[in-house]
């Protein structure tokens, strides 16, 4: 191994061998070895995301993510998809609020191919402006398609409403009048100064030599580059109600959110077994009550959105227009259950063994184990083995799980969207009193 690589020692527990390495050029190379697999899983992932930009940039980095497959200095975008098709692989791409993240699923042999492509689209896109324009085009559907899907429009407007002016608050894609300004020259100054090896995480799980990763990617980023970029400001919450009316729905779309924590938070299990007791599963609370109980909605459930600084807990459901009431008030009802401590053993029990099974059956795809090496060292800087995460899960207390829902759910800290279009809906009617 090379003079000036820094490395941490691996895991020595059966189930879980990783590695890390921090090349000189400040790029930062994580494995774990699958030797049962015949799979290998790269992702190389940007710690930078969508907080991370401008007003005038905003959607940039999504565009970014949609143009490097568009061609490079060496492929053009079918040479792109041939190389993959040929090897019976499969690619993926994602933009976030904190990072965007590219990864490659291959048979083991096919490695050398995929690293290939990989240092390829994130070292030497082309940015051809005829494709930057037909990009452009498919990022105006893209928005469009996100707009008429209430599903997705509503967690839009929680955002822009519960963050503000933050950047947290607006939408990963941007606005047309943002994507229509982004020129080729800003598009490149942009990723010439992100795409750089200190801002790199490389992550990869399955039938992978660490060593072999680590010789390669020194070669392609052989030179130092600035630390990655903070996170700025944390955001203040501003919780409230509004409603946002959409003609042309037979439902009305309700999200209700409260506070909830940042990604470290040392509470963040105990979270994880409220939401999955409130609304994270088909034995939750709200999902017995609200739909088999009652038939009121399809679809209700929770779900837990953390950053590296503040965090929601989100509910969501859609209702015919003359339920709305009825189901805001059992929603709320359920959660002033927690908070009386209506919670026995046997319930938080199923909760933790649900919580278990969903992690150890994640750990057997490759694909899961590379995103979740990623994430651990972008948020913690260091990785946990399952048998830390079970034994984590397996400590929270009722009293902890307690303690949280009061901290959390709070009548002042509800924020209540509703969309709709059949009728008016008269905000302040509503009853999202909580009491303890």
Known sequence: MSVGLMDSPSSDTKSFRYKKTVLPAGLTVVSEKMEHLRSATVGIWLKKGSRHESDEEAGISHFIEHLVFKGTER????DIARTIDRTGGMTDASTSKEFATFSVKVMDEHLPVALDLLTDILTRPAFDPG???NERRVIFEEIKSTQDNPDDYIGEV?????????????????TNASVAALGRRRISEFFRDSYVPANLVVSAAGNVEHNFLVEYFSRQFPS????????????????????????DLEQTHINIGFPGLHRSHEDRFALF???????????????????EKWGLAYSIFSYVTSFHDVGTVTIYTAVDPSEVSRVVRLTMDEIGKLLRREIDQEELDDSKAHLKGGLM????????RMASLALNELYFGRQFTPEEVLESIERVTLDQMVDLARRLFRTEDTSLVILGGKNDIDLEALDLHLAP
């Open 131 to 133: 494709e930057i324009e």
């Open 273 to 291: 077994l409220l939401n999955n007791m409130l609304g994270g599963s088909m034995s939750s609370r709200l999902f017995q009550n609200i739909r």
């Open 158 to 174: 929680y955002y822009q409403t519960y963050f503000q002016d933050h950047p947290l608050g607006r939408s990963i894609l941007g």
């Open 224 to 247: 130092q580059s600035s630390p990655a970029p903070s996170n700025g400001a944390r955001p203040t919450p501003h919780p409230g109600r509004l409603f946002v009316r959409k003609n």
């Open 361 to 368: 059956l994640g750990l057997e795809s490759s694909s899961a």
């Open 75 to 78: 492929r053009s975008y079918k």
